[in-house]
């Protein structure tokens, strides 16, 4: 059966008089107990012993064939696609990557595009043949885009016009990897051209049958690229029980919600419409929004590109009842609504994460979007899933992350990795059946990353006393904005191969809108030209990872005893003159 406001008919209703805490946890119990709809069962994941759902479907291929109908399911711009022609787009496409190109269990197909109808038909095809699903960022530059293709070694990478050009500014790529060009200009750079076809010659020696391979949940089904602190980013590789285990999750809390009266019941009549606000190699855009719609047969809408006046615009004509952005974009559109009045009552759910909303944007959200703002914390590691929090829970602890989801365990821990009492701040740990195996031929970062089934998430962290989550610090050298994370070492990095850099200093500064943005703090004999330098970066580094703010010293930078660079101090430094220059 079709997940849906149906499987609340049976829930018990909450108590009055209850707190909200006890009435989620009691409807948490009713959905999870032997015979309910999300009755759990321990697995054997990866070595350890897990929670795991005993009626979830086993691999995402038999998600995507359970929800098949003829019910609208994704909107670019003029084109609609319904569940069942996606279906069989994806089909024709599975059908290529086993016949045309050998794709077997286990084999990498790498994606790079923009939100186009093509990245969710290639998803859905490669995740349906056994292979892996690389979700390549699209706004890499190509020296980034060559790290991945040469790290992941695909047998196929499926990209569009914009990202087959940065491609072919790649100095090596694999030598076997073949390309299929989607949204093509026909100039295509001769370096590539021998081993590409376009999207429509392959679909088009295709059948619409989708082979038969045989795979299982717990072999892998996707890829995703994450930030780490130092160097290059690595691949998060997560199996079909991860990512299932997540969508599910997701399912759980809402339905859990919806008997504790925290959300309404939704109508049944009325298909759930969301915006799509993030880019889908980002696993909020690739799962909370596109593969949680399956089973909620929930219509996807996706831009070309963000305008907060043709988000607007499409909420009021197509009726859009969840908007899921980072916080910038909310933020952007609840000044919008105030300042338009255009009509956005049909929004009854405004999601994010990735990076905190100020206190003050939670209330102008619900304020000026009458709506319920939600938020979350989550990892490429957890497969997103991790905390969330919404209504009036959020409106009255806006600093919070919220409590842990269901599939999940959570501990905050000292230095000697001991647990901390309520209120107590160490670092927050993970564990559970959406926690990745591990990073792709990266042994190094699985040893420093993992404790046994606990992931390091390198986030300072406390629980309140009614187990409500806060994060208050990062022990990574990461820079979270809006909803990206930026590696300091490798901005830090490519800082310095600018001639007349001696050394250089990355780290965070606070943003009302983006949560962080990046600043920097050089040493140089001679002042730097701020402009040659962003161009230069810009051939170095994706736009998101440019620095902001840029603070040039001519003595060289403060040190600890030890020889490192005092970052915080810097920190401190630039944040001060910020205020001084707002004030």
Request: hydrophobic fraction near 40%; include cysteine.
């Amino acid at each position: 059966a079709r997940v849906g406001a149906r499987l609340h008919a049976g829930l018990a209703r909450a108590s009055e008089g209850d707190s909200m805490a006890s009435n989620i946890q009691a409807q948490f119990d009713i959905l999870t107990s032997p015979g309910g709809p999300y009755e759990m069962v321990e697995v054997e994941m990866f070595g350890h012993s897990c929670r795991a759902f005993k009626n979830a479907p086993e691999t995402l291929r038999d998600l995507y064939a359970e929800t098949v109908s003829d019910a609208e399911f994704f909107i670019f711009e003029d084109e609609r696609l319904t569940f069942q022609q996606s279906w069989d787009e994806a089909s024709r496409l599975g059908h290529a990557l086993v016949n045309q190109y050998g794709v077997s269990k286990g084999d990498r197909v790498a994606i790079s595009m923009r939100n186009y109808p093509e990245w969710i038909i290639a998803f859905m095809a490669v995740t349906s043949v056994g292979g892996i699903a690389c979700a390549l960022n699209a706004l890499w530059q190509s020296d980034e885009i060559a790290f991945a293709l040469n790290d992941s070694t695909p047998r196929v990478l499926i990209a569009d016009d914009e990202r087959l050009k940065r491609t072919a500014g790649c100095e090596n790529l694999p030598a076997d990897m073949q390309i299929v060009a989607v949204r093509c200009a026909p100039d295509l750079a001769p370096a590539l051209a021998g081993r590409t076809k376009s999207w429509e010659d392959v679909l088009a020696a295709s059948e619409t049958t989708m082979p038969d391979v045989d795979f299982g949940p717990n072999d892998e089904a996707t890829m995703l690229y994450t930030s780490g602190s130092t160097g290059n980013p690595k691949g998060a590789v997560s199996s079909h029980r991860n990512v299932i285990s997540a969508l599910l999750s997701w399912e759980l809390d809402t339905f859990a919600a919806i008997g504790s009266g925290l959300f309404d019941t939704p109508d049944e009549n009325q298909q759930p419409v969301v915006l799509l606000g993030v880019p889908l190699f980002h696993v909020a855009g690739s799962h909370a929004v596109l593969l949680a719609s399956f089973r909620a047969q929930r219509r996807v809408i996706s831009m070309y590109k963000w305008d907060v006046a043709e988000a607007a615009r499409l909420i009021e004509a197509e009726r859009v009842t969840q908007f899921v952005a980072p916080a910038a974009m909310t933020g952007d559109l609840a000044s919008h609504a105030r300042e338009s009045g255009r009509d956005l009552s049909s929004l009854t759910l405004v999601g994010g994460g990735g990076a905190a909303r100020a206190p003050e944007q939670v209330r102008r959200i619900k304020a000026n979007l009458s709506t319920r703002p939600n938020t979350g914390w989550g990892m490429t590691e957890t497969n997103a899933i991790g905390t969330n929090i919404a209504g009036d829970d959020y409106l009255e602890r806006p600093e919070s992350s919220g409590r842990c989801s269901g599939v999940l365990d959570m501990r905050v821990v000292d230095e000697q990795g001991q647990p901390c009492a309520t209120g107590e701040r160490g670092e927050l740990q993970v564990r559970g059946a959406s926690v990745i195996r591990g990073y792709w031929n990266r042994p190094d970062a699985n040893a420093e990353t993992f404790d046994g089934p606990w992931l390091r998430t390198g986030d300072v962290a406390y629980f309140d006393a009614e187990g409500f989550v806060y994060i208050v610090d990062r022990i990574k050298d990461l820079v979270i904005r809006g909803g990206e994370n930026i590696g300091c070492g490798s901005v830090e990095a490519a800082l310095l191969e600018f001639p007349g850099i001696n050394e250089a200093s990355v780290y965070g500064v606070p943003d009302e809108r983006l949560g962080e943005e990046i600043g920097a703090t050089i040493h140089g004999p001679v002042a730097i030209d701020l402009t040659a330098l962003d161009e230069f970066l810009a051939s170095k580094l994706a736009r998101f990872e440019i620095p902001r703010y840029v603070y040039f010293e001519t003595a060289p930078l403060p040190r600890t005893a030890s020889g490192k660079i005092l970052k915080r101090q810097l920190r401190e430094d630039a944040i001060s003159r910020l205020r001084t220059a707002d004030a």
